[in-house]
């Protein structure tokens, strides 16, 4: 039951450097509109834009034992993922454990619970989207898994998958399809930068995408 | 059913001005306590204080088509107001729409859904007001209205009434009224300075406002 | 029913300024994991890191006139701990008021309920922890009580307590505990140090709080 | 400010009758998907359907004397519609004001805050819609009006429109529309008589509803 | 820390029988409009009326053995109360606990918690309230405590003093003044019972209460 | 990506009924605490217990065609489970599709979404647990997917699989380990009826399960 799988895949990092550049809107539009986490999972605070390769944590309530099991596990370039086997919002991670990930590689954090010591989080630039922030503590006396799939803000994440964070949110891709998804969002990226040019000019998108023909049949009318 | 009204009244431009000015809690006391839209709307970043004339759209869930058709009407001054006919809270409006927006003159956006790119808003200082930020993508297939009264934040809103908003919330001012919500508000804002420098070297409310006698004759009592 | 408690013992102010400076998560594991308001209370700004002697309010829904009352009781150190004898949301504490309890030494204020003008009381740094940011004015018409114990955010507290309050949250300490929550907090603090500068290099925790035999004897398998 | 509309128009009692045996969802529907009041409004008991025509009262929070006022308004076959003018979940109505409106001909009450004695209420066959069941108790202090509009449940509502409600929620239709509306509801019915009775039968919608060729065009596949 | 306070003051049996047949809403209000618990606590079945006194537990979060201990300490009449020390959801209660406590003559359970077996519940007649029903199983590991005061629908109650539930929610009342709230309610309840009778008739409230004068002078105007 | 998989691999009939006898407290329990859905599933009326096999559907927000393709993939004992890619409380399921899903088999319903004609699903006994009820009609425009695996309720569901539900809320057990939890079930129902009995009698569980000795080892004292 109480396991860790030390042997995952992960995404590999170039196409994972990429993916956050890209950013979460265009990377969840690239791959079809899919893999959001639900948007009760907020930043601490703004302007963090990162991708990592997900290493999965399941914590039983008020108990973060399994997270300090987690930090072995990771490797340069993950994100921690982290979600309660029952709702919990206690503050399960705080500065110590992050001074840990961050000498291990990790670029942040995404969790279904609470953490603390935001204020020194931003210090750290370590970022953190969570469900709430709570200073409420935990105890370590149950087990929990590490890099075993996981629900995770209502989406089902694997270990190794491309997790990529900014203020939108958080969206998760598969890592077989990380590769396609950044050609895509790549390309849509470029797309939109012509768009972006004829729209700031005062050109209207009735114009730029040609919908006035099809809002005709569709039966808008003017009054 | 599906139609655009492209006629409508706006307050004047002076007016507008001026309410934004005073801000959100001001001109809603001075039009008696009344107009403001539901606490669950926030901005997506502190520090924006504006006023604008009442562009309103409803849309469908999940479908933003309704916003291109927007874009059309707006005009230097105006203030999108968006809500679905459904709750929703995906994210309707991000930078493109924005920057098309802008460049028609748009002060800000206040929406009874979510919002998305909001790095790229701040950045651009398009201020937003939204029930949530959430990346979920939306289409392109069917019709709502623009410019016919809707419900946003549990509050009635016309085309053209004006629109406060700042870190505080939102609050409408039909536009009959804005001319004297505006005075009023003036002169509730030379009564506070003159209190404000009062309070501040020491003196009480319960002396400013000569409170001593009515709270004793209502029954408190110091132990 | 409707009384003012003018004689209150407060907690000392050395003791005060000590747990103010560690912090509310410090300060809540120091006193055994207890006393942390609900987390729906949130800062109105990031960046505060309080701690003061509460003065207490019950108010009614909607009323605002006891906090004028609470106003010639605050003294330099003090914390406005407000709470609404109904569940409300409106905007019971503003600029106005901020100025005033700023004049009295006051250092912030924790309310089960909503502010407005938030933007200036930020520019005052005047720190608020809210339920809510609302600008929905409030009368002067129902009397309440001054430094009577009250429950906020889901906690018992009495006029005098120790409020310590930061991004975190809120944490309540009785008077009569705090100078050993403060001796605890700083062993504690101390204790933090050296372990934080073994996992910045990278040791784990795993190692540095010696977790591997417990962990496997309660049945932890490595895949 | 304060003012009782002692003239209202009421949709006619023959059309309001037939438009409470639809009941809400077929009404929806058959108005074009409008006009239902959102889900939090709830009933305190099962089983209840019913349509009246709209007497509506704005209450300051956690004050019912409007309640007192409206009672003399009311008329055989009306409903009671209560909104506070700040969010409130006090009890505003429980089994005396109940005695009084049935005395006074009233089918029920929808009223966006609290409601309590709601064992009584069920006992004597009175229906609320509420978004609490709450015991807290309300003053009679300040005023409100009283057959003016409102917004109630997200949506806005007009004394006299017709308010039909029952275990799926409430929904309202406005007077001038009524006849329209229950016209296009009992052929709606009718229609879905025969569609019944064939699914019954084991026919599928796929069929019934000819959606086959549709669903291919639009891409759907089978593994 | 751990403690049980295995010697408590009860009040006594009488007029805990005499509060429970008043109900929640008329001994809220015989005391002056104090000790609702808030709404968010909810019955699981419609129609139980009890009262009883309280005999008080904190639990750790998904942790149940501290009612296993508190079983030991119930007596005939009195009602389990019980609080998480950190906001939890999970099924605490279930039937077997449930026939437990009614074998030492426990007359309920209000939990500020989940609670599970439901339906079993309701055919043993056990009444609870609670904050959610939910099957996810508790342990039993760490202690907590009984009998000493706890926080519990956001209010303060102590072993002994006397708990009224019934389907509009839990009312707590001091051992101290039940006496006294046991007289004004019954006081309370024969007024309401004349009233009632007037009322049931078609006299109006604003007759009977002699409200005209006070309504006008308040500036209410008729149109 | 629109499909459906018409070639899924259910549990065994026997099995599932058995499952479906036990209840969902016990069959969480049976299969070490896991497989349980979020508790804002509630059912629609109280008293249902039912098991079937998971027909999964994938839904776009506010649109339940896909729900009619559903309908030809219910066999006898199947249960419809159903996710929106999007938040949405609208009502996709009512009285006809009832009627339908009855005509196949299809024992019950769960839905991450709203539900209407709720009175009329509980004349038929068509048990539905819901996020919501809501008349909020919906339209039949894009696709989605059948039997693929989707989450519900925050839990990860594939077709086939044995879904569990009564008054406690939802269970999930996979099919492959549905024979091992039906044997621990029974076997754990059995071990329960014989400690039912013993505390029936006022027998403590303190001393059925041996528990003193361990609590004193922890440091509980009694007072």
């Known amino acids: 039951m109480s396991s860790v799988n030390t042997r995952i895949e992960r995404a590999s990092a170039d196409i994972v450097l990429g993916l956050g550049r890209l950013g979460v809107a265009t990377v969840h539009e690239a791959q079809g509109r899919k893999g959001l986490l639900a948007s009760h999972l907020r930043p601490i605070y703004a302007g963090a834009r990162i991708a990592g390769t997900a290493v999965t944590v399941a914590v039983p309530p008020g108990d973060n034992w399994m997270l300090h099991v987690a930090m072995e596990q990771l490797q340069d370039g993950d994100m921690l993922v ?125 114009d730029v995408y040609d919908m006035r023909e099809r809002l005709a049949r569709e039966g808008l009318t003017y009054l």
Chains 1, 2, 3, 4, 5, 6 share one sequence.
């Open 82 to 206: 982290v979600a309660p086997t029952s709702p919990c919002i206690d503050g399960y991670f705080g500065d110590l454990l992050a001074t840990s990930a961050m000498a291990r590689g990790c670029r942040g954090l995404v969790i279904e619970a609470g953490v603390r010591d935001v204020r020194e989080l931003q210090s750290m630039q370590f970022p953190v989207w969570s469900k709430a922030v709570f200073a409420q503590g935990t105890v370590k006396k149950t087990l929990g898994t590490v890099n075993l799939p996981i629900t995770c803000g209502d989406t089902f994440i694997r270990p190794g998958d491309v997790v990529v964070a900014d203020d939108d949110g958080i969206c998760v891709v598969p890592r077989e399809d990380a590769a396609a998804v950044l050609t895509e969002g790549n390309a849509r990226e470029m797309r939109e930068e012509s768009v972006r040019a004829r729209l700031a000019k005062g050109e209207l998108g009735l």
